[in-house]
């Protein structure tokens, strides 16, 4: 999959907005350009080096929304990575596209690409 651009998010811990995952990078939001590289997502926020690594063998859901992190996204869905990691369940929100369909089809495809994996 060739860089694309998007927006992170952030990543909420056991589905509670309010409660941010800090560790590994993930806490700092911002747009950047993100990609699939093997079994991992990619996704580097401009102005930093290290792009942030999410593992899809521990993804367990792909969901949609119009909300995620505290963060509305002004009428375009965000896709949300549900995944285990540290005995903890985070989801990861991200902005790849600016339409509803474009986003159902992308986590669609996003699944496929997971399940393929598992």
């Given at each position: ?79 949300k ?33 997971i399940?393929?994996?598992?």
């Amino acid at each position: 999959m060739e860089r694309r651009r998007g927006h992170y998010l952030g990543t909420e811990v056991d589905g509670v907005w309010y409660r941010r995952y800090r560790k590994d990078g993930l806490f700092a939001r911002g747009l950047g350009e993100y990609w699939l590289d093997g079994d991992l997502l990619r996704f580097r926020r401009y102005l930093t080096r290290t792009p942030l690594g999410i593992p899809l063998r521990r993804v367990r859901a792909v969901e949609t929304g119009a909300w995620h992190s505290g963060r509305w996204v002004a009428g375009v869905r965000a896709t949300k990575l549900v995944w285990e990691h540290d005995g903890k369940l985070l989801s990861s929100g991200f902005v790849f596209t600016r339409t509803a369909s474009e986003a159902a089809e992308q986590a669609r495809e996003l699944q496929d690409h997971i399940a393929r994996l598992h």
